[in-house]
């Protein structure tokens, strides 16, 4: 073998694999600093009456849990207003019934997972 054939070619940056030039986007989304896009919420727009209203409840008990439920999510949280479509009253007198409720161990502060 000849000296020619043994020489070693150090490796220079042309020869490194650059992943930023495949990962990179045209938009800059990336986490590299460029820009991100920015998330819209969708609203819930929902033209929902007042179901306690339209019931007549006039006030809501913490030991009426059956009702209770119906305006917690599975995972235990309370409904919003926009969701649940209840009126400021009623949802003022829901959330604090849930939380007496809570108090007293009839609802659960955070449902366990399966």
Do not use: W
């Not at 819930?44 to 006030?59: A, E, Y």
């Amino acid at each position: 073998m000849s000296e020619e054939e043994k020489k070693v070619i150090a490796p220079t940056l042309e020869d490194v694999f650059d992943d930023k030039s495949v990962t990179e986007e045209d938009n800059n989304d990336d986490s590299y600093g460029g820009k991100k896009k920015v998330r819209r919420r969708r609203k819930i727009v929902q033209n929902l009456t007042c179901p306690l209203c339209d019931s007549g409840v006039k006030s809501i008990s913490y030991k009426d849990v059956y009702q209770l439920k119906k305006f917690t999510s599975v995972r235990g949280k309370v409904i919003a207003t926009e969701k649940s479509g209840a009126c400021h009253k009623h949802q003022k007198q829901l959330k604090r019934a849930i939380k007496r409720a809570r108090y007293m161990a009839l609802l659960p502060y955070v449902a366990k997972e399966a």
